[in-house]
């Protein structure tokens, strides 16, 4: 009698994309999936990216390090990974993704049983509140904030584009580190929050010394008079530097081969089923930002929250494709998330939105995020002072 032994089957997935989102996805599969799933996580840098602190790297880059701004991604892949999960990093930029398989730009191409597009988006000015294309490394992302940050102390008037979450916390961080500097900001003041919120942003942001204008500015810089002129025909005089905080892009038309181009909305964003599958593409999974929010549904305007939610959603359907299981579907909002949401100003002032009276939430916001925007509650689960 022979006796014969069965390989057990290795499927494959990657991820494209190493932010919150592609690390999330990463951590789940390896949970459900173990040793089982051998799991890539692509992404030009070699570092996560805490982009949630842009706008404190800004104003303190020298405490880049310290806090752990910029991750080491194959060390969080490596702790994400745990003790059976099969994870590994490849730093490289994706040029093509198909149905199964992605291309780096040097030609390499590389299989696998399910892609997953984790990408997130990028600001069209080429704002540093996203690494931006020649940031690959921790030192020139830590060497970009550092070039910005000396070009605005000494600048005299700065004016801030946008006033959506991003822009009220970078005139807010900028307002603390630079309490001299003349800091505008100008746009719609938090569209999606309740009128209570905004007014208690605005009154915190003109309580720094912060001009709160509203309206919409397309300039990248100001004119040879130093004037910025917005969409309305207003005149903002004497601008220094214009830093732009709106504008978000997504990649996914150049990203996309023909079979995945059809679930490319204008935006650049992947249209999907209520799996989080592309419409067209059974093996194609997207979430995080480049995820295009269904008609008459919500996402969580906190970024971070909403990579996670719904990379845990995505994590559980790439395990259940593998072994040919039925899918579930992802449970959008169908009212604006509106809560909670914690606004840091800088080290020291804080706006929050719990439920909680206001002086509660402020005190809570000021000593949870001002503190260091998470890092300190968050970092351990990607590894900081454990595998890095």
Partial sequence: ????????????????????????????????????????????????????????????????????????????????????????????????????????SDGTLIEADAIVVAI???????????????????????????????????????????????????????????????????????????????????????????????GRVDATAPDSDGNVTTREGGVIENITVVLNAAGFIFKGKELADDALLVDVNERGQFSCRPTLQLKSVDTVFCCGDALEVPQGFYADVKGLVHA?????????????????????????????IQKPMMTALGPKIGVGFIGLPNFVENFMCRTVKCKDYYMGIKGSHYGKGKTW
């Fill in 120 to 214: 997130g988006g990028q600001y069209a000015s080429g704002a540093p509140w996203k690494p931006l294309e020649d940031q690959t490394t921790k030192e020139t992302r830590i060497a970009g904030f550092r070039r910005l940050h000396k070009q605005l102390a000494a600048a005299q008037s700065i004016l801030v584009a946008g006033a959506g979450p991003t822009g009220v916390e970078v005139a807010g961080e900028l307002k603390a580190a630079f309490p001299d500097c003349r800091i505008v900001m100008v746009g719609s003041l938090l569209p999606n929050s309740p009128t209570s919120i905004r007014i208690r942003m605005k009154a915190a942001l003109e309580g720094m010394g912060v001009v709160v204008q509203e």
């Fill in 308 to 336: 996670d939610e719904t990379g845990k959603a995505v994590a559980k359907n790439v395990v259940q494709l593998l072994k040919e299981k039925p899918l579930v579907d992802f449970k959008w909002s169908s009212k604006p």
């Fill in 1 to 104: 009698m022979t006796n014969t032994t069965t390989k057990p089957t290795i499927s494959s997935v990657i991820i494209v994309g190493g932010g919150a989102g592609g690390v999330s996805v990463a951590r789940d599969i390896a949970k459900l999936g173990g040793a089982s799933v051998a799991i890539t996580v692509i992404d030009r840098q070699n570092y996560m990216d805490w982009a949630l602190a842009s706008p404190r790297m800004l104003a303190q880059p020298d405490d880049i390090e310290k806090h752990g701004y910029c991750m080491p991604l194959d060390k969080v892949c490596q702790h994400v990974a745990g003790k059976h999960g099969n994870i590994r990093f490849r730093q490289g930029a994706v040029s093509k993704i198909s149905p199964k398989s992605v291309t780096l």
